[in-house]
């Protein structure tokens, strides 16, 4: 296997709770809170969780849009979490972007041959001014938007179309990895469609590695190679894609799972309703941060928090989940039968 | 293409076998789209109506040595308070000037020190509220200073700055100024702050743009819309604070004609001669009030939100 | 006789560039106990057929034509009144927004309190022992306490159950919830959709559920009304509507749905997707709504609107070339 180009390790971003009178920091969110992973070249890496778990923060921190608290990240073997602005710059144009808001993701008062136009000239990509205005072009074709849109303003398209032009603005850079950050979940179903179809498209087309953020366990299935799953600030479990919806070893992805509306009528799947709401972040529960809500959880969870551990499948490895019931025998393990038909109803 | 093979319900029955739906009426008359500059007045009216009069109190500040009867400043004691007749529209004040000329002379100062202020006061709110809003040091000082200057009313912060300096249009226009600039910083710097988390000025850092150009070119262009719209709010304030300064004797010097000092002349007569001061006072509520229209309609018609309803 | 039979609802927009026909000429009934569900994509005109029900579109610049008859009575004749007492009291709505449809200076007790004071004429004391009643129903814990908290102390699934409490507390024949889930987490979804499932049996109140997300319109609908373009395009019982769609638009729509549990069976097949844009609905559209995206559509199609036929019993489409077996017969 080829060197991942992302590495992640015991990534942490707490931000400061500013307070009182005189602004000082009275605690933390614990928004990301050791999380590790890897995306080789080529590779969709899913991030899905729930709001608050932290998958955006680590969408964020990965792109340097703010320094994170501890961890690393390394990109291609470069560590790139502490370069400074000046270093840093070259190595940004490998690391791109496409938000969920297809409105506020453009600039409202440039033009799409410009909004393109920047990361080109930013990173000294094009020759000359007709070499850009050719890159321009061929950018349009890729997104299969008509080249001739380029002098309209953002407002004259419709959400996918805005869409189309936030994903050609990420190829501009010539980019190896492109964090999409809840990419499609704004949009109509069909369009939804045209986009994940021109995603995976591209994907194939021109080798990139993508990390897809997301809470659309369907979306998330049909786009993905491996699956990583966030409860509060944490990675729960980590999976091949097809091992993780066959067989869940986590609690709590068996639970998202079960929780997805399917448009089958009447499909008889299991049903696994989870109490109550997710803890804050300002104040994670002790031991496993998931105990509080989990059906199985029982007294070593309230005290230890479990490691992420190889569990063992029958489809392949590298499954990892953190979960104290790995630790027991089978009969008293409820996740040692794969039973991802059963919740998916499928 | 052949009409003949073009079908409506309206004009020919669909082919045996097709069940058409039947059409729908019209519930509501049909608006026809108007363009150009028609269009733009029907889709902004208020604005439309606030540009009107506004700009024709500027066409009487600048040709008002054409429009006035006689000259405001000449004294005439022989003819003093006279009341409005065809000789003397607005009639004449306690040293028998002119009221019409002199009101439209005031035009020209209220005018001046309204965009002046307005302009000057959104320059400078622009900068000191970039540079608030983009560092962090320079923040926690700057609108430590700012929440000073707005704890004291602009009025009186303006006739202290007055009591420092001789009376001229210029010192007024540099007190008001001054009061005013916090009010544009304060907003400048909210603005940006809530722009630097936009997707798209994220998305222009993570593409490589450096900062002074996020700046120039993401943030300052949408910074203009609410900065205009503060602007013409500021500069009706500033015709308003211009009319009191004047008022009070600490704003335009008497020998210039303007609102304030005309109403105050016309104070003391205010029982028995009311309109030396209802003129001046109607002209500036026009002003003002053509002002705040104007600024309503572009704040609706900047207002992003606004133009995606229905 | 239904509950509610809404007629020839036009619902139509004065805009500076045109006449907006937001909803355009649907028919639908729902009968009493019954869970309908109005589906379809932003912009089709499920939310101001919901809102015109209430009669809570602004006029101008809005205009509602058609008739809606609730209990046989026509909600568009009645005066502002008359509809005030129907309101939240017979018929009433949750929003999709739970933080910004309750009001934040208000006890959550007060807020359920306040329907019953002013439809049933409670007392300050009564209401409040109702409003715990109501929250024990929606599945709140400790009721009690939470009766006396605001809005921003509870968390997003607290707030849509507290809407849903003060939305059933007059007991309503009626209940109409626009995207009621939208705004949640899957999990708090499944809990507010398991919620509303237990609630229909005890309460009985008929559900008008506007929603774009075909899943949920599965788990909880009972017949279903496809939107687009302001019109009804195809309406069925909630099974043969998924199994069998007769309209291309229904049909494109479950196509370009990625299926949870695909990668089960291997059968991870290219998303279908249906090309083109929702035409503007401040033109006049000659024919089909849908012919400009359709990909079986024909001359026919794109200059006489098909009329709503039934395809099979209970089973309407507006398709010319929809056939009662579900195939496209160009």
New interface residues.
């Given amino acids: 296997m080829s060197a991942p180009i992302l590495e992640v390790s015991d990534l942490k971003k707490h931000f400061p709770l500013k307070g009182g009178l005189l602004g000082s920091t009275t605690g933390y969110v614990y928004a990301v809170d050791g999380v590790s992973f890897s995306i080789e070249k080529g590779e969709t890496l899913s991030l899905v969780g729930e709001s608050g778990c932290g998958k955006s923060t680590v969408g964020k921190a990965i792109l340097r849009l703010f320094d994170i608290t501890a961890g690393q990240v390394v990109l291609d073997g470069k560590r790139i979490d502490d370069l400074s602005a000046g270093a840093l710059r070259p190595m940004r144009r490998r690391v791109q972007v496409v938000f969920q808001d297809p409105f506020s993701s453009l600039n409202p008062r440039m033009r799409v041959r410009d909004i393109l136009a920047e990361p080109i000239r930013n990173f000294g990509l094009a020759k000359d001014g007709k070499d850009l205005e050719e890159r321009v072009a061929k950018l349009m074709d890729t997104v299969r938007l008509p080249r001739d849109a380029v002098n309209r303003w953002p407002h004259e398209f419709s959400g996918g179309q805005r869409q189309r032009i936030g994903i050609a603005r990420a190829l501009a850079a010539e980019p190896d990895l492109i964090v999409c950050d809840e990419a499609v979940s704004a949009l109509d179903v069909s369009v939804k469609a045209q986009i994940v179809n021109l995603l995976q498209d591209l994907q194939q087309e021109l080798g990139l590695a993508l990390l897809f953020i997301s809470h659309d366990l369907a979306i998330v299935e049909h786009m993905t190679h491996r699956v990583a799953v966030m409860y509060l600030g944490k990675i729960v479990e980590v999976a091949p894609k097809r091992s993780l919806f066959a067989a869940p070893k986590h609690p709590y992805t068996e639970a998202l799972l079960s929780a997805v509306p399917v448009p089958s009528p009447g499909a008889a799947r299991q049903r696994i309703i989870l109490k109550g709401d997710v803890p804050s972040p300002i104040n994670p529960p002790k031991g496993c941060r998931f105990h509080t809500r989990c059906p199985y959880a029982f007294d070593r969870c309230r005290v230890e928090e479990p490691k992420l551990n190889h569990v063992a499948t029958a489809l392949d490895a590298g499954h990892v989940a953190a979960c104290h019931l790995h630790d027991r025998p089978d009969a008293e393990n409820p996740l040692a039968v794969a039973k991802g038909a059963a919740l998916v109803a499928a | 293409m052949a009409s003949a093979t073009v079908l409506s319900p309206a004009q020919a029955a669909p082919p045996p076998g097709v069940a058409a739906a039947a059409p729908m009426p019209d519930v509501l008359p049909p608006v026809k789209p108007k363009k150009g500059f028609i269009g733009f007045i029907r889709r902004n009216p208020t604005m439309a109506i606030g540009g009107f009069l506004l700009l024709l109190m500027v066409l009487v500040a600048i040709f008002a040595p054409l429009l006035w009867t006689t000259d405001p400043t000449a004294l005439a004691p022989a003819r003093r308070t006279r009341e409005p007749s065809a000789m003397y529209w607005f009639g004449t004040d306690m040293l028998g000037r002119d009221v019409y000329s002199r009101v439209l002379y005031g035009a020209r100062v209220s005018l001046i020190v309204g965009f002046s202020v307005a302009i000057l006061s959104s320059i400078i709110g622009l900068t000191i509220g970039m540079i608030s809003g983009y560092i962090r040091l320079a923040d926690s000082i700057i609108m430590r200073i700012m929440d000073g200057l707005m704890s004291i009313p602009p009025i009186l912060l303006a006739i202290a700055l007055m009591a420092l300096t001789r009376g001229s249009v210029q010192n007024v226009i540099i007190a008001i100024t001054i009061a005013e600039i916090p009010r544009v910083s304060r907003l400048v710097r909210g603005v940006v702050l809530s722009l630097r988390e936009q997707p798209y000025v994220e998305a222009a850092v993570a593409a490589g743009t450096r900062t002074p150009m996020i700046i120039w070119r993401h943030i300052l262009p949408n910074t203009l819309a609410p900065i205009t719209v503060q602007a013409t709010y500021i500069c009706a304030a500033a015709m308003i604070t211009e009319a009191i300064l004047s008022f009070i004797g600490a704003g335009t010097p008497p020998i210039i004609p303007s609102w304030g000092n005309i109403m105050a002349e016309g104070r003391a007569l205010w029982q028995v001669k009311p309109y030396i001061v209802f003129f001046p006072a109607v002209f500036l509520s026009i002003t003002v009030l053509a002002v705040n229209l104007l600024g309503d309609g572009l704040r609706d018609a900047l207002d992003p939100r606004m133009a995606k309803r229905l | 006789m239904a509950l509610l039979e809404v007629e ?1 609802l ?1 619902t ?10 937001a909803v ?2 649907v028919s639908f009934h729902v009968n009493a106990g019954e869970t309908v569900a109005i589906v379809g ?2 912009g089709c005109g499920k939310s101001v057929t919901s809102m015109s029900i209430l009669r809570l579109i602004p006029e101008p ?1 809005g ?3 058609g008739a809606i008859r609730f209990e046989g009575r026509d909600l568009l004749k009645l005066s502002d009144r008359e509809m005030r007492d129907i309101r939240g009291n017979e018929i009433s709505m949750i929003f999709q927004e739970p933080m910004t449809s309750l009001n934040p200076v208000l006890t959550v007790g007060r807020q359920i309190g306040e329907t019953l004071r002013l439809h049933q004429g409670l007392s300050r004391q009564q209401a409040e022992e109702k409003a715990v009643e109501m929250l024990t129903l929606v599945g709140i814990p400790e009721p009690r306490r939470r009766v006396r908290e605001y809005p921003h102390q509870l ?4 707030r849509q159950r507290v809407m849903i409490a003060i939305a059933l507390a007059c007991n309503p024949k009626l209940l109409i919830a626009d995207e009621p889930t939208t705004a949640l ?7 507010i ?2 919620l509303m499932r237990d609630l229909k049996h005890r309460v009985g109140a008929a559900i008008v559920l506007i929603t ?8 909880v ?1 009972e017949r279903v009304i496809v939107m687009y373009a302001g019109k009804k395009v195809e309406e069925a019982a ?2 043969p509507l ?1 199994n069998n769609p007769k309209h291309p638009y229904t049909q ?14 291997g059968d ?1 097949t ?6 083109g ?1 929702v035409p503007s609905l401040k033109a006049k559209i ?1 024919g089909c709504v849908f012919a400009s995206r359709c990909p079986h559509a024909t ?2 199609c794109r ?7 039934e395809k099979a019993p209970g089973h309407v489409a ?1 398709c ?1 070339y929809a056939t009662k077996e579900g195939a496209i017969a160009a």
């Fill in positions: 020839n036009q139509h927009f004065r805009t500076p560039d045109g006449v907006n026909r355009d000429g994509e932003s610049p205009k509602i034509a968390s997003g699934g607290m987490d899957v999990t708090i979804q499944a809990q959709l398991e774009h997300d075909l899943g949920v319109v599965a788990e609908a909630v099974g998924f494109g729509l479950l196509g370009s749905m990625p299926k949870l549990g695909s990668s089960l069976h991870e290219r998303l279908a997707e249906i090309p844009l000659p001359d026919l200059q006489v609107a098909p009329a709503l036929e507006a010319h």
